[in-house]
């Protein structure tokens, strides 16, 4: 089960809370256009200009680095000192920032980005930096579903129904404790990442070819005890781990990414970068994955087979 199907689980038994899941919902699977047309005021759901930037209580430096869609810095003293060099504290967080500072920020950073994409990008490149963000109780829309999402995968699912029927935000030692797991998982995902072999297949989208890579994961049952050990990585965490795959070298940044999980069907689980999907509309949704940007599902092992014979989708 995933998060969006805890929400349709309230969305059918609760009246009172089925508007909020909803929304929450939507946040999950980044259907934001959709969002728009809600009453939030309903929920003391607030919309204001922002940086887009993930981790808006972290400090600077780390937010910095959690924006994969163009991997500008790959380690913390790079960001720490392109912090430095625009007068910014690395320790500052970006809702401690004035707008004026928000403002020199993002246009800093995008210089930076300029750099490292075709020219037929970068005019794309501010939608990725500077737009709307959602708030709640004074926390980001995002970062709220992202937290409750997390607790979930620890094993607390009735008490993320209950936040989301009471509306309440978590308590902060469950969201550590989720935090404290990823961070091993993203480890443990970079160690693999490194002996992992990328492959490549070619999509074909709107009269479009477009080159994807692809890793494959094939778990056995010893995997599976490691999981229960925290010694591997279970499935619940790989829309996470594919979208912080696209900021490793080995990884393109500028194609999409499949990671196929082989448990005797195939889990699949996909990120298309947003710059492509900003210049391209490309989306995965008539391969039967849920989502937008990043995606989910399962598919027969034959459908797999056959897709990888012939190296296209």
């Known amino acids: 089960m995933a998060f969006d199907e805890i929400c349709d689980e309230i969305i059918l038994d609760y009246e009172d809370a089925k508007d909020f899941a909803y929304i929450l919902k939507l946040i999950y699977l980044n259907e934001f256009e959709k969002i728009k047309n809600l009453n939030l005021d309903k929920f003391g759901i607030i919309e204001k200009d922002d940086l887009l930037f993930y981790g808006k209580n972290y400090p600077l430096f780390k937010s910095l680095l959690f924006f994969n869609e163009i991997p500008v810095f790959r380690e913390e003293k790079e960001s720490i000192l392109f912090l430095k060099s625009i007068g910014l504290s690395p320790r500052n967080t970006l809702n401690s920032l004035t707008y004026k500072e928000k403002v020199k920020l993002g246009n800093e950073f995008l210089k930076r980005c300029i750099g ?147 448990r005797g069907d195939i889990s699949v689980y996909a990120k298309v970068p947003k710059l492509v999907y900003l210049k391209d509309g490309l989306t995965l949704n008539h391969l039967n994955l849920r989502g937008k940007y990043i995606y989910f599902g399962n598919w027969e092992k034959e459908r797999f087979w056959k897709i990888i014979k012939k190296g296209a989708l």
């Open 116 to 262: 490292l994409v075709p020219k037929e990008y970068i005019s794309y490149i501010p939608q990725l930096i500077f737009g709307r963000e959602y708030y709640f109780k004074g926390v980001c829309l995002k970062e709220y579903v992202s937290a409750l999402n997390g607790l979930y995968k620890i094993g607390k699912k009735n008490k993320v129904k209950k936040l989301i029927i009471s509306m309440e935000l978590p308590d902060e030692k469950d969201v550590k404790k989720y935090k404290k797991k990823l961070a091993k998982k993203i480890d443990l995902f970079k160690k693999k990442l490194n002996s992992y072999e990328i492959n490549y297949l070619n999509l074909k989208f709107n009269n479009k070819n477009f080159k994807c890579q692809y890793i494959y994961v094939r778990q056995s049952i010893w995997n599976k005890v490691l999981g229960l050990f925290g010694e591997e990585i279970e499935l619940k965490y790989y829309p996470t781990l594919v979208n912080v795959a696209h900021s490793h070298e080995k990884v393109d940044f500028l194609k999409s990414l499949f990671i196929f999980v082989d």
